[in-house]
């Protein structure tokens, strides 16, 4: 049976995700996908989609939205990959008692703002040029290793080059085997 996977997009959602079908693609041989707009999980309805005003209807609410609407949906412990804001949403709901295998972030923005880690295995990347990385006394305070990709900003996970990476972290992760004990000869 297929591990499940819960996948989060960006602020874009599927709007301008095409990148998101490259990630599917990879996955879905190996896993039981579900995949969540962060928009539709955010409520949001703007007359004008423009960065800034996305941006700031997370910001004002949308994020605390959506972060209530996956904890509701979500009650089956499953693996989670999420990109921008979707990461931040997906911490946050952990942080809740959503169930949780494991968290993989790209480009989390706003989670640099967060006091509490959540309590499952948890990878961050992010580009070295990501102007939302967070700091390493952040990294130090939370106890969390974020690992930096040279010569990649925010969006890195539109990259096919990230994108063969990130999937092959994920099932490099979900297919270990436990090591058997061996036995004394």
């Given amino acids: 049976m297929a591990e499940r996977l819960v996948i989060i997009s960006d602020m874009w959602g599927a709007k301008k995700g095409l990148w998101i079908t490259s990630y599917l693609g990879y996955l879905q041989q190996y896993f039981d996908i579900v995949f969540y707009d962060s928009q539709q ?4 309805d703007l007359k004008v989609n423009s960065e800034e005003n996305i941006h700031n209807a997370f910001v004002e609410g949308g994020i605390d939205t959506a972060v209530t609407h996956l904890a509701k949906k979500e009650k089956v412990a499953s693996h989670y990959l999420a990109f921008s804001v979707g990461g931040t ?4 709901a952990a942080n809740l008692g959503m169930p949780m ?3 993989y972030t790209v480009s989390a923005t706003r989670i640099r703002m967060e006091d509490k880690k959540p309590e499952v295995p948890t990878r961050l990347i992010f580009g070295k040029n990501d102007a939302y990385k ?3 006394k952040w990294e130090k ?3 969390v290793e974020v690992e930096s990709v040279e010569n990649f900003g925010h969006t890195m996970y539109t990259d096919e080059k990230i994108i063969k990476k990130v ?4 099932l490099d992760q979900v297919t270990k085997l436990p090591k058997k004990n061996k036995k004394a000869v």
């Fill in 167 to 170: 999937c092959k972290d994920l």
């Fill in 141 to 143: 305070k939370l106890g």
């Fill in 89 to 92: 949403i997906a911490w946050k």
């Fill in 101 to 103: 295998k494991s968290l």
């Fill in 134 to 136: 967070p700091s390493s």
């Fill in 41 to 44: 999980l955010a409520n949001l």
